[in-house]
């Protein structure tokens, strides 16, 4: 099960950190990602991580200025974002899935099996 939290209301050039905290095992092979979907917008991938750490990638968007990051402890995956734009508001969602590490697998929304509820990030201008 995945919680994301973090989410609220920025102004334009601001930050926020999203939290997602997953219960249960996780292991090596999962992949937890970040995707939003904007109102009136088809669901997007953001930001990707497995949780090995050794891999990520990043929409084109974002890079740059958003920066995952999982903690093995806590069993918490972060997306800190900086120079946030309005173009960034949206509701993120956390998703985790097994195995993969190509960008299909890791960027696909399809390939997620376990989904978060989402939390509203509003950057006004």
């Known amino acids: 099960q995945l919680q994301a939290s973090g989410g609220g209301l920025v102004q334009a050039g601001g930050s926020l950190r999203l939290s997602c905290a997953a219960s249960g095992s996780i292991f090596s092979d999962h992949v937890m990602g970040w995707f939003r979907q904007a109102p009136g917008k088809e669901r997007e991938f953001v930001a990707s991580?497995?949780?090995?750490?050794?891999?990520?990638y990043y929409a084109d968007s974002v890079k740059d200025r958003f920066t995952i990051s999982r903690d093995g402890a806590e069993n918490r995956v972060y997306l800190q974002m900086s120079s946030l734009q309005p173009e960034d508001t949206a509701v993120y969602y956390c998703a985790a899935k097994r195995g993969g590490t190509s960008w299909q697998a890791m960027t696909y929304a399809r390939y997620f099996t376990n989904w978060g509820q989402g939390t509203l990030v509003t950057v006004s201008s």
């Open positions: 991580i497995k949780w090995s750490g050794y891999r990520t």
